[in-house]
């Protein structure tokens, strides 16, 4: 398509504002935590040392690289606490988006299958949780388990149980809120792909001879594919930093990496600890996340 | 034909059941007359009553308020730009580090958002308040706008445009006359979103906050990290309403502009 000239101040303008606020407002401060992932606590304001500055000229500059190091990664790397803070946010998080993904799977499959008129509707009930903050959906959980709480009053109706157990502060409550809070993160792609599955083929397979069974292990499911991908790694990704769930429904003994960096930041004012947390997670995270923004280029560009 | 199993309709109804059940016990507590949360004392409103003494909740709610109007505003603005370029300017140059940086906001912590941001406004000795949160925030909302405004700007008609232009609208006056209209719904869809993820979002506000600039989900968070409160249920269930209703309201709302829209896409 030409474009004609007269627009080219406009276009370049389009281009630039919103570039340079992501340069300054999302690229600038990660290189910057870098930085001070590599620089010392100190007392003083702001609480880390070398304190990087163009005053010096050529010399400060050198020996500002000079006093950097890798001691808080070495730190992270001997103490226990930090390891097994990672391991456990990566098991919690493939744990729960396993979960998540069986869960989900034949809810969107149900409603993708349900008359036009009734899957908007549903897919705006799905979605309107997911509207209200992550907060209070969390602390309604907190409410229902409760040791006296609505939870275990059921159970306890039932006799499903005897004595009513203690949900919060354990690995389960924090299963329960994670489950809860992203479950329209995996319903959403995958009933975007169902949705547009070609019913003929279907039938196609009916009309064979295939048991349903089997047509949907091997049509539904691999046409599918793209769908669980995105629901996936759409939930994976943030539950592995996710701090709001852990910190109301968890326990305070094995905190995942989320807590971790707000703990050193904001309890122990370890600014250069935090900062290196939060990069090794950023690390973990890089592949799954250059996955997510491949898959989400292509699925734009199909359309 | 389309056939609904009795599996597809259980997983269904269990499924939405999963989604609201938690939020119906949150908003039945919360006319509980008794203080003991969990013991039932009745039908009050008692705690609605007492939140209108609460100075220090009001302020909060309405710094947040604020808050999330500035950002929401900002962030569609700059989130609209953004999908306009990628959408429309083809291969810019760097535009692949331009697209990594929508997309990968999307999914990153918010721990890390929120400390990245504090740590470049503690580097340039900026007074942490309202407006630095102001910023944060439409940083982390402008993506989400740009992903909604880019699947609009995808399947848009560019006959519509080209036929504006062989008529002599100049470039501009083809944008503001032709195309910002047809956008529109899914640019108001992206302000309301927006507006939401501010009002909501407690861990990049705390990490950019300063003093006087306590938003609300920091107020509640601060309460509710002790335990069960019940003008927390209260103040909860206040906020699921009004977000409820706006978002079923702007749902409809879509429905019938989408519905006017249909003919003039075709």
Known sequence: MKKPPA??????????IPYAW????????????????????????????????????????????????LDNYRLIGS???????????????????????????PIAYGIARTPRRIQALLILLTMLPFWTSLLIRIYAWMNILQ???PLNDALMALSIVKAPPAWLSTDTAIYIGIVYSYLPFMVLPLYATLEKLDESLLEAAADLGCPRWKTFWLITLPLSSAGMLAGVLLCFIPIVGEFVIPDLLGGSQSPMIGQTIWMEFFGNKDWPAASAVAVLLVCVLVTPIVIYQNQAMRALERE | MRKVSAFNV?????????????????????????????????????????????????????????????AATAATILGTLAALAL????????????????????????????????????????????????????TM???????????????????????????????????????????????????MLAFALSLDDLVIASFTTGPGATTLPIRIYSQVRLGVKPEMNAVCSIMIAVVGVAVIAASLLGKLTGARGTPARL
């Open chain 2, 141 to 191: 909302a402008m993506c989400f706008v740009t992903v909604i405004v880019q699947s609009r700007l995808v399947d848009f008609d560019m006959r519509l445009e080209e036929a504006a232009m062989d008529l002599g609208a100049p470039p501009l006056r083809t944008f503001f006359g032709v195309t910002l209209p047809l956008i529109l719904p899914a640019i108001a869809a992206a302000w």
């Open chain 2, 87 to 138: 959408v429309r300017f083809g291969r810019f140059r760097g535009r692949l580090l331009f697209a990594s940086m929508i997309y990968a906001p999307l999914v990153m912590p918010e721990v890390i958002t929120g400390l990245s941001l504090l740590l470049l406004f503690v580097a340039v000795a900026v007074d942490r308040g309202f407006w630095t949160v102001a910023i944060a925030h439409t």
């Open chain 1, 22 to 69: 992501l340069l300054i407002f999302f690229l600038v401060p990660f290189l910057i935590v870098l930085k001070i992932s590599l620089s010392q606590t100190a007392i003083a304001q702001p609480p880390y040392t070398p304190v990087f500055s163009l005053v010096g000229g050529w010399r400060g500059l050198a020996a500002f690289f000079s006093e950097l190091s």
């Open chain 1, 147 to 149: 040791r006296d709480g």
């Open chain 1, 79 to 105: 103490d226990s606490l930090y390891v097994l803070s990672y391991v456990k946010s990566l098991e919690i998080a493939a744990f729960a988006t396993l979960v998540l993904l069986v869960i989900g799977y």
């Open chain 1, 7 to 16: 627009s080219s101040l406009w276009q370049r303008l389009v281009v630039r």
């Open chain 2, 10 to 70: 259980v997983a269904i109804v269990i499924g939405i059941a999963f989604l609201y059940l938690p939020i119906a016990v949150l908003v039945i507590y919360s006319f509980n007359a008794s203080r003991l949360v969990t013991v039932w004392g009745g039908w009050s409103t008692r705690w609605y009553a007492e939140l209108l003494h609460d100075e220090a909740l009001l302020d909060s709610a309405f710094i947040s308020i604020r808050l999330a109007l500035t």
